[in-house]
């Protein structure tokens, strides 16, 4: 099956700074890239949809410029968390698809833990 | 907007027995169902998907759900759990006919007892 991966697993990081993670699709060409936030005991919640080469779309309420993701090919994305906050501690998680009308289906990755102190 | 409920925060079966989880959901438009299977350390991994056809849907791991219009439902079932089946699962229901942009259920922690 389809394999997307994230990186890093887990960061810590001070309040204020600025934390860039990472979503490859392993063994395939994803035209289509999403982000999740899940909060714990939570459900997930999409922040955003990303296509290769465009801007991403954001889900009302989420901050474009707090969470910049950037789709530069068909095989990465990067979110990137400007200014995290305690707040912004959550767990990430990636998702990829690509375009095939019968089996277009979402391959998760692992999810990125983020704790902001 | 499309919804997804599952009522059931918690479920604790013994090993052996039978499972069923509970989905409703809200969506103006024919649902593309699906459901997903969290565990510690791993993405979530697809069991099962619903878009059009049998309303009843064989899915990996020995899970099936059945699509009820009439109910708002995609319930999952398996007949027999093993403990390894324990973990968190979730329902979600597609946008369109993609899959894409999901809205998911608020999820459901199996435990099973040996």
């Known amino acids: 099956g389809a394999v997307v991966s994230q990186h890093p697993s887990r960061v810590i990081c001070k309040s204020g700074t600025s934390v860039k993670i990472e979503c490859r699709s392993l063994d395939f060409q994803a035209t289509t890239m999403f982000w999740y936030r899940q909060f714990p005991k939570q459900s997930l919640m999409l922040m955003a949809t990303?296509?290769?080469?465009?801007?991403?779309?954001?889900e009302q309420g989420v901050e474009k410029d707090k969470f910049l993701i950037n789709h530069a090919s068909l095989t990465l994305s990067t979110l990137t968390v400007t200014s995290a906050h305690p707040e912004d501690s959550s767990f990430y998680i990636c998702?990829?698809?690509?375009?095939?009308?019968?089996?277009?289906?979402?391959?998760f990755g692992p999810g990125t833990r983020l704790t902001v102190l | 907007a499309q919804s997804v409920t599952q009522p059931d925060i918690h479920i604790t079966v013994s090993e052996g027995a039978s499972l069923e989880l509970r989905c409703n959901y809200s969506?103006?438009?024919?649902?593309?169902l699906f459901w997903y299977v969290q565990s510690p350390g791993q993405g979530l991994q697809l069991l099962l998907k619903y878009f059009s056809g049998d309303t009843l849907v064989q899915g990996i791991k020995g899970f099936e759900a059945e699509f009820k219009r009439s109910q708002s439902s995609f319930n999952l079932r398996k007949p027999s759990v093993h403990w390894s089946d324990a973990a968190e699962y979730f329902c979600a229901v597609g946008r369109n006919n993609a899959g894409n942009m999901l809205t998911f259920g608020g999820g459901t922690r199996l435990m099973v007892k040996p």
């Open positions: 969506y103006g438009a024919t649902p593309y």
């Open positions: 990303s296509n290769e080469g465009s801007k991403a779309t954001y």
């Open positions: 998702s990829a698809s690509w375009k095939n009308p019968s089996t277009d289906t979402q391959y």
